[in-house]
């Protein structure tokens, strides 16, 4: 069935590193992947998204890459801060029937 | 703008009770869906609200409901409780522009404990 995985439950990285959060996807339908980050105690928040016709997107000190060849989905974090300690989700949506599949989520700490 | 409010934040019942949550989505949302998290399962989709119509509907029992009012105003029941149902129970809204992106605004949840 459709899926949405993680490559790592767990992340640690050094305050002022780059880091890189994967995700493998299954659904070939999905138009788009987005990526949410939840702290603790709160409600999971939209980072940024990117749609199934590109293969890089840039935020703020954020970048998504889509490769469809091999169904994998990343989040890189430039120069890692303390705020940025979270679980980090994926999650592909497809328009056609409004669903919606969340990743396991990976949690980000950052060694000071 | 004041974001998805949802009430109560945590609240403890007992098995066989029933409890209802409360979502208010964001001003001119007028999409409302719900999701349950928990350390086991993750983020389950449970239901989607659109215009007080139930759009799309997730794989839980019939015990779980909801509805939409016109203010765009939701709430979710889940009857008949289980130790199974302890979760944090989250609310999302979509705005128009974003239909059809997946981009949720979530509001803080609803900790239920079923002793």
């Known amino acids: 069935g459709e899926s949405v995985g993680l490559h790592l439950p767990t992340l640690s990285v050094q305050e002022g590193d780059n880091s890189i959060i994967n995700c493998a996807y299954s659904n070939s339908a999905s138009d788009y992947f987005i990526w949410y980050k939840q702290e603790s105690g709160k409600g999971p928040q939209f980072i940024i998204d990117?749609?199934?016709?590109?293969d890089k997107r840039q935020g703020q000190r954020v970048t998504v890459l889509l490769n469809k060849t091999v169904k994998h989905l990343s989040l890189q974090i430039a120069a890692t801060q303390p705020g940025d300690s979270a679980v980090y989700f994926c999650a592909e949506y497809d328009s056609s029937a409004s669903k919606i599949i969340f990743g396991s989520g990976t949690r980000l700490s950052i060694r000071p | 703008k004041a974001g998805v409010t949802q009430t109560p934040r945590y609240l403890i019942k007992t098995r066989g009770q029933q409890v209802t949550l409360s979502c208010s989505p964001i001003?001119?949302?007028?999409?409302v869906s719900w999701y349950q998290q928990t350390p086991g399962q993750g983020l389950q989709f449970l239901f989607e609200?659109?215009?007080?119509?139930?759009?799309n509907k997730g794989n839980f029992p019939g015990r779980f409901s909801g509805r939409q009012f016109s203010n765009s105003r939701s709430e979710m029941n889940v009857s008949t409780l289980e130790l199974g149902d302890s979760a944090l129970y989250l609310c999302a809204s979509t705005s128009l522009a974003a239909e059809g992106t997946g981009e949720l605004f979530f509001g803080e949840g609803s900790r239920l404990t079923v002793l």
């Open positions: 609200y659109f215009s007080e119509t139930q759009r």
């Open positions: 990117i749609r199934s016709n590109m």
């Open positions: 001003s001119g949302h007028r999409s």
